[in-house]
């Protein structure tokens, strides 16, 4: 994903080209979006709704995952139980 896509200096094309060669994705992979002006995201959300699946049930009580994200880091993913 691409934040801040509303600044004046934002190279989108540049770091997707970026993203590409680091990780090996395709371009259609690459989310963008800004906090800001909400652009890009629903579909931030519709991708995190495809890709983490549902909670579980586990003794009859529901889990889910969570994540712990700290200055735009994701520090850490686990399950409430």
């Known amino acids: 994903m691409i934040n801040k ?7 989108i094309e540049k770091t997707k080209k970026e993203i590409i060669h680091l990780l090996g994705c395709k371009e259609e992979e690459i989310l ?10 629903k579909k931030i959300l ?8 549902p909670p579980r ?7 889910g995952l969570s994540f712990l994200i700290q200055n735009t880091t994701l520090t ?3 399950w409430l139980m």
């Open 5 to 11: 896509i509303d600044l004046p200096n934002a190279e």
């Open 32 to 41: 963008e979006a800004s906090g800001k002006t909400g652009e890009g995201v």
């Open 46 to 53: 519709e991708r995190v709704i495809k890709m983490i699946p």
């Open 57 to 63: 049930v586990s003794q009859g009580k529901l889990c």
């Open 76 to 78: 850490k993913a686990f």
